[in-house]
């Protein structure tokens, strides 16, 4: 990580600098990454874990990965694994343990009693659809609940009732008393504790209550001494809440919570309940299928650590939200795995090419470049032989204007070797054409024919000594800008169904035989392609995932 350019300043590093220069904040810097294990991270996290470690890095500080979890029913332990895999993937250490806000459950509760002693909470009785009608509304203010000025002692015993699993879901919750006249909703007395007889992946059976989110955060972030709670902008109207907990209670410490923008990406969902339907309906290969936005969906189709990095960088950090195109991650991917991938040949759709001058028995090994820029990678050899394979798309019958591949009569370049010229165009009984017969130039390797000009440079491989191999040809999942913008329609109506097409029988050059793992390629002039070490198990010969095609087609 230390090779990797510094980092461009945000405004939190900016306020965090401050401070320490006026001494309103000493000692060590500690941030933590608090997902609810209620599914796999995506993009999005990945800005929101970039920034906190980051900014615990740039402060020499340290990060918490905490799991928010106070909603059982919709977590479980594949997510937990899940995530802590994705955050060290991206190249990241968390402080010491895992950490789970459900670590803290008895000191929440004994919390939650001391706000009951000091008048600041009460048990209430309001069913849901009173409580929403006492809430009152954005103009008009709420009502006291009926339950909110009973006895301390009253709405302690309830509470301990409650723990002791004397209610059923939903009879009673615990509330903070604070003002149902507040402009922010959010202070109308919120609930703190509420009632859900449910089996916890951590806890077990231990509790039939279950703090609230807004809650258990600014307790959990004070009882691991965070020092800066990064969150997104829609808990900005939950400040005033954080802060009246840990003003209320006798808090180790004050943490201070500081809102940026969430990542939207354009053609993606970044919620993980949306992700969830897509893999609850079948409409992806799971959450790691390689067209979701997913950190491990990216990990799969061949996204590098570094490159969702600079892409997190190039974004930056600021409070003023928008939406982000998805040419920029590409971009991202395309620049760093333009610099790493060995180069290769892979045909993808084979239509045969015999040359009809060249010796049967006869075969020339060539050497190209393992990379064009860099001479450090080496080379690697390809054999040239009488029968070839092209690409089915490179050769048409009449060769619109500006055609720079193969057509009758018409010359090209076969890359690292030579020039060749189409003679004759084979059919099968039903008028298919299964193969080109070519005359070769044998003064052109290297140099350019004399007298005529090549009409182009396409990418080949010999029949003799290719691999067969299988592609996913992955695009964008979504094929609408803004899935998730429709009103009436659902995001589900706006998957792509051009986003897997699968082509068996490609055939790759002889190097490809055992890609190696973790080995990004360039398949020259076709993209970046990374072997899914899963399907190539399952399939008994390689398969390739594309990651990013050379250039982007989907830009205005
Ligand atoms: P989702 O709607 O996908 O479930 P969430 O915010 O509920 O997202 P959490 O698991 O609670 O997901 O998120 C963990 C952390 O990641 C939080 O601090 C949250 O603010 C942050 N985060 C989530 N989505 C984004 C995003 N799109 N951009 C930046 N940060 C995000
Ligand atoms: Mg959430």
């Known amino acids: 990580m230390s090779a990797e350019p510094k980092k461009a300043h945000n405004f939190i590093q900016n306020l965090i600098e401050d401070a320490l220069a006026k001494g309103e904040h000493t000692g060590q810097v500690v941030t933590r990454f608090p997902p609810e294990p209620n599914g796999y991270l995506h993009v999005g996290h990945a800005k929101s874990i ?3 470690f980051g900014i615990a890095d740039t402060f020499s500080g340290v990060c918490n990965l905490r799991f928010d979890d106070t909603n059982p029913e919709k977590e479980s332990q594949e997510y937990i694994d899940a995530i802590k895999e994705d955050v060290k993937w991206l190249g990241y250490t968390w402080d010491g343990e895992v950490r789970y806000a459900s670590d803290y459950f008895d000191a929440l509760y004994l919390f939650a009693e001391e706000l009951i002693e000091r008048g600041k909470a009460y048990v209430c009785a309001l069913t849901a659809e009173e409580m929403v009608e006492y809430r009152g509304t954005l103009t008009e203010p709420g009502k006291n609940s009926p339950y909110r000025d009973r006895p301390v002692e009253e709405s302690l015993k309830l509470f301990r009732e409650m723990r002791d699993g004397k209610f059923e879901n939903g009879e009673l919750v615990l509330r903070a008393k604070i003002d149902m006249a507040s402009p922010n909703i959010n202070m109308r007395d919120p609930i703190l504790y509420r009632i859900r007889f449910a089996e916890h992946h ?3 059976n231990k509790w039939c209550i279950y703090p609230m989110y807004d809650y258990t955060h600014p307790i959990s972030d004070a009882m691991e001494g965070i020092t800066h709670s990064l969150c997104t902008l829609e808990f900005e109207d939950h400040r005033p809440l954080y802060e009246w907990v840990l003003e209320n209670i006798t808090a180790p410490c ?6 940026f923008a969430r990542l939207n990406l354009n053609y993606t969902i970044t919620s993980k309940r949306k992700l969830k339907r897509l893999v609850d309906e079948n409409l992806v290969d799971g959450w790691n299928d390689p067209r979701m936005p997913t950190i491990s969906g990216m990990r799969r189709r061949g996204y590098t650590p570094e490159s969702l990095r600079a892409f997190c960088d190039m974004i930056g950090v600021n409070k003023a939200g928008g939406t ?6 590409e971009f991202a991917i395309r620049e760093d795995l333009n610099a790493r991938s060995p180069r290769a040949m892979c045909v993808m759709r084979p239509l045969k090419v015999t040359l009809t001058n060249y010796p049967a028995d006869k075969t020339e090994t060539l050497s190209l470049p393992v990379h064009p820029q860099n001479p450090d990678m080496g080379q690697r050899e390809v054999t040239w032989s009488q029968t070839l394979f092209i690409d089915r798309e490179d050769f048409v019958e009449e060769a619109p204007r500006k055609w720079k591949r193969l057509a009758p009569d018409q010359a090209v370049r076969l890359r690292g070797g030579y020039v060749m010229t189409c003679k004759e165009v084979v059919r099968d009984a039903s008028g298919e054409i299964v193969e080109l017969r070519c005359e070769y130039d044998p003064a052109t390797l290297g140099v350019n024919p004399e007298g005529y000009k090549p009409n182009g440079v396409i990418h080949w ?11 996913n040809l992955y695009d964008r999942l979504f094929n609408h800008e803004f899935p998730d913008s429709d009103k009436e329609g659902d995001f589900l109506d706006h998957v792509n169904p051009q986003s897997l097409v699968v082509l068996k029988g490609a055939r790759a050059e002889k190097g490809l035989a055992t890609p190696l793992a973790d080995l990004p390629y360039q398949f020259e002039r076709e993209g970046y392609f990374f072997c899914d070490q899963e399907l190539t198990a399952k399939a008994g010969k390689p398969v390739f995932n594309r990651t990013v095609t050379l250039r982007d087609s989907w830009g205005k």
């Open 254 to 259: 004050e943490p201070r919570q500081i809102e």
């Open 324 to 329: 982000v195109d998805m040419g920029m991650l």
């Open 202 to 204: 951590q806890t077990g």
């Open 50 to 52: 970039c920034l906190n």
């Open 461 to 471: 491989v010999s029949e003799a000594d290719s691999v067969d191999c299988d592609i």
